[in-house]
């Protein structure tokens, strides 16, 4: 009790909750309009699955595109599991929510960011560094209207 409230993880949470319902909408209706998706995953986190080769390739993170094809998208209360083109290969993926840093859907310039924590020690006081410098992330993941650039 003497922690007080953890504002930054229950967000957290709150933001992985809409990207499971928006996830689970897509998984059974598809994908509606102009809508579509980068994901940037952190390939080092321990319950992704994915292709050797593509760890290899991509050991600190992938970003993947869900959008024009994808296939057996299914979602769980954990995560994800989808199969994607790479290459003209189709691979399968296991995406837990955790392992997402950031969740963009350009077409309605919506972009959410995270901050990752591997580490789920409930003993370790030191979380809270983490914390105070959560407003400076947006500004590294900002997404950027070009509309001030169009003619």
Do not use: C
């Not at 057996?72 to 599991?81: A, P, Q, R, W, Y």
């Not at 901050?115 to 993941?141: I, R, V």
């Amino acid at each position: 009790m003497e922690r007080g409230i953890d504002y930054g993880n229950l967000m957290h949470q709150a933001m992985r909750g809409l990207i499971r319902e928006v996830m689970t909408k897509v998984a059974d209706s598809g994908l509606p309009g102009a809508h579509h998706f980068f994901i940037t995953l952190n390939t080092r986190h321990p319950e992704i699955e994915m292709a050797d080769w593509l760890r290899a390739r991509y050991p600190e993170e992938i970003t993947i595109v869900v959008q024009h094809w994808f296939d057996n998208l299914d979602v769980s209360e954990n995560g994800f599991t989808i199969t994607l083109n790479f290459g003209n290969q189709p691979e399968p993926l296991y995406v837990p929510f955790d392992a997402i840093t950031t969740f963009v859907d350009p077409s309605v310039e919506f972009g959410l960011k995270f901050e990752t924590h591997l580490d789920d020690d409930e003993d370790d006081d030191e979380e809270a560094p983490m914390e105070e410098a959560e407003p400076e992330a947006p500004k590294a993941g900002e997404v950027v209207s070009l509309d001030k650039f169009r003619k």
